[in-house]
């Protein structure tokens, strides 16, 4: 599988995520914080190059790949995703700056599910939106025990991993991306050698 063709398929992984995770937060009245990036600050985070794939495609369509890389470099392994603009001094507020290529995990925070060592369903949340929507959390845990569908986690990671297993090994978000960016780099270098020999 080309490597365009294993972006168009994280990006149909990522729409299918959509369709059903919306479904999900509508009934449980259950999103994350707005203006909060606790999470986005957190430069542990774990992601997988897969992940970031489509990103990376498109920062060298529009010319913007080595700019980020460079943005890369000055956050240093201890920075901020570098998808993060925060908005506060302690990087705790914030945005997304592309919303439209997060990670999986960032699809999958307050709106899917993992299965616990008794095979419970529990929803995937952090202690902020908990203790900010304690009554929503508690409503919703008790549905998805019964009536309520929610996405499971695993079985888009597993999705993820049926593309590409190599390449669904995870990282530091920001080594995730640029392991994404480096790929496509080399893809497109080999891809364009080849382009001129045919000539």
């Known amino acids: ?7 168009q398929a994280v990006l149909e992984v990522f729409r299918e995520l959509e369709v059903e995770s919306r479904d999900f937060v509508q009934q449980a009245g259950l999103s994350c914080v707005v203006g909060c990036g606790k999470c986005c600050a957190n430069p542990k985070v774990p992601a997988s190059p897969l992940e970031f794939l489509p990103f ?3 920062l060298y369509e529009n010319g913007a790949i ?12 201890e920075g901020f995703c570098l998808l993060y603009r925060p908005t ?4 705790s507020k914030g945005f997304c700056s592309q919303h439209t290529h997060r990670g999986l995990i960032c699809r999958l925070f307050s709106s ?3 299965r616990n060592k008794q095979g419970e369903k529990e929803l995937i949340l952090c202690k902020v939106l908990k203790e900010a929507k304690p009554e929503a959390f508690a409503k919703a845990s ?5 009536e309520l569908q929610v996405p499971i986690a695993s079985t888009y990671y597993s999705k993820l991993a049926d593309i590409d297993a190599f ?4 990282y530091p978000i920001n080594q995730a991306i640029r392991i994404a960016i480096e790929l496509v780099l080399r893809y497109k270098f080999y891809e364009e050698s080849e382009t001129l020999e045919d000539y």
């Open 56 to 58: 990376a495609l498109e």
């Open 142 to 146: 008790a549905a998805i025990k019964h």
């Open 112 to 114: 899917s599910a993992r």
């Open 167 to 170: 390449l669904t090994e995870t």
């Open 88 to 91: 506060s001094e302690d990087g």
């Open 66 to 77: 080595e700019s980020n890389l460079r943005m890369l470099d000055s956050l240093g392994s």
């Open 1 to 7: 599988m080309k490597l365009s063709e294993k972006s």
